[in-house]
């Protein structure tokens, strides 16, 4: 019965959201649509075509989950276009690692890690491309340490200011349990999520060839269970999400078949019910998409 009720409700919402084909209207309709969830929320989005926008709490501050691994994805990008190494290039798998706190060493957990596999390959070399890509695509977090300590935590920082992102900040790889207790973490706004994600879109991050070499491999993003999830199959996303305790988040670029594309980032944050939620947000991509499908 409440399943029953919840969808009920969802058909009202979207129906109601249907026939308010305004910028406002449709802020509305997803002020109303998160507001039913616990939580805290934010919504970044922007039309790369009319450069309409819709910002919910786009400042507001956001544990970065795995969010934070397009930003080293981009700053990957960087110092292999100044020369400082390949993607080619192999890197050597290990577990250990430092703590950005006081140094002592760290390991990583398979049962932990959406990405098991390379577990199995410790002590053996993968290609810088390789470990980038399983970073996005399964969000390995062991790939994403390796990566981080090639590219250096401080780099990705300063690329992201130097971009106009202002409140990205990655202060470290993941699972650095003691980091994380004295909370020195990686934070992300929606607002500076779509302004990395708008530069990519319009082929400027880094290069045109590096822009469209981050969006084949953020279209091959195997969680797609927010943005993507309430879409037609030929609508392309691009995208990155993130996840971790009483958190999710989505993040990245639509492309619909007529050539149009926008951006859209989905943080949350202090959930209780974290499939409700997800379903809510995978609600407010919903909206969005008929939004600009009828524009």
Same mark, same amino acid.
């Given at each position: 019965?409440?399943?029953?009720?919840?969808?009920?409700?969802?058909?009202?919402?979207?129906?109601?959201?249907?026939?308010?084909?305004?910028?406002?209207?449709?802020?509305?309709?997803?002020?109303?649509?998160?507001?039913?969830?616990?939580?805290?929320?934010?919504?970044?989005?922007?039309?790369?075509?009319?450069?309409?926008?819709?910002?919910?709490?786009?400042?507001?501050?956001?544990?970065?989950?795995?969010?934070?691994?397009?930003?080293?994805?981009?700053?990957?990008?960087?110092?292999?276009?100044?020369?400082?190494?390949?993607?080619? =290039?192999? @890197? $050597?798998?290990?577990?250990?690692?430092?703590? &950005?706190?006081?140094?002592? *060493?760290?390991?990583?957990?398979? %049962?932990?890690?959406?990405?098991?596999?390379?577990?199995?390959?410790?002590?053996?070399?993968?290609?810088?491309?390789?470990?980038?890509?399983?970073?996005?695509?399964?969000?390995?977090?062991?790939?994403?340490?390796?990566?981080?300590?090639?590219?250096?935590?401080?780099?990705?920082?300063?690329?992201?200011?130097?971009?106009?992102?202002?409140?990205?900040?990655?202060?470290?790889?993941?699972?650095?349990?003691?980091?994380?207790?004295?909370?020195?973490?990686?934070?992300?706004?929606?607002?500076?999520?779509?302004?990395?994600?708008?530069?990519?879109?319009?082929?400027?991050?880094?290069?045109?060839?590096?822009?469209?070499?981050?969006? =084949?491999? @953020? $279209?091959?993003?195997?969680?797609?269970?927010? &943005?993507?999830?309430?879409? *037609?199959?030929?609508?392309?996303? %691009?995208?990155?999400?993130?996840?971790?305790?009483?958190?999710?988040?989505?993040?990245?670029?639509?492309?619909?078949?007529?050539?149009?594309?926008?951006?859209?980032?989905?943080?949350?944050?202090?959930?209780?019910?974290?499939?409700?939620?997800?379903?809510?947000?995978?609600?407010?991509?919903?909206?969005?998409?008929?939004?600009?499908?009828?524009?």
């Amino acid at each position: 019965m409440a399943k029953q009720l919840l969808f009920l409700l969802l058909v009202i919402t979207l129906i109601a959201c249907d026939k308010k084909l305004t910028l406002e209207g449709i802020k509305e309709c997803i002020g109303n649509e998160l507001a039913n969830q616990s939580g805290k929320f934010a919504v970044a989005f922007k039309d790369i075509t009319t450069g309409e926008e819709i910002l919910i709490n786009e400042h507001m501050l956001f544990h970065a989950a795995s969010t934070m691994k397009a930003p080293v994805m981009v700053e990957v990008y960087k110092q292999a276009a100044a020369g400082k190494f390949s993607l080619k =290039d192999s @890197l $050597l798998i290990k577990n250990e690692f430092k703590s &950005i706190l006081d140094g002592s *060493p760290f390991s990583l957990s398979a %049962a932990s890690d959406s990405d098991t596999l390379i577990y199995k390959h410790i002590g053996e070399k993968r290609t810088v491309y390789s470990l980038l890509y399983d970073m996005i695509i399964i969000s390995s977090n062991l790939a994403t340490n390796l990566i981080v300590e090639l590219v250096d935590a401080k780099n990705v920082t300063q690329t992201m200011r130097d971009m106009g992102a202002q409140n990205i900040h990655v202060l470290r790889g993941v699972e650095d349990g003691k980091a994380f207790e004295a909370g020195l973490n990686n934070q992300v706004t929606a607002y500076d999520l779509m302004l990395l994600y708008e530069t990519i879109a319009n082929e400027e991050t880094v290069n045109a060839e590096a822009s469209m070499a981050m969006i =084949d491999i @953020l $279209l091959d993003q195997r969680f797609n269970d927010i &943005i993507p999830a309430k879409l *037609p199959k030929d609508v392309k996303v %691009a995208h990155k999400t993130g996840s971790i305790t009483g958190m999710r988040h989505d993040s990245g670029i639509v492309f619909l078949p007529n050539g149009r594309k926008y951006i859209l980032v989905l943080l949350s944050k202090d959930l209780h019910d974290a499939d409700a939620s997800i379903e809510a947000m995978a609600t407010v991509s919903e909206i969005i998409y008929n939004y600009v499908k009828e524009k």
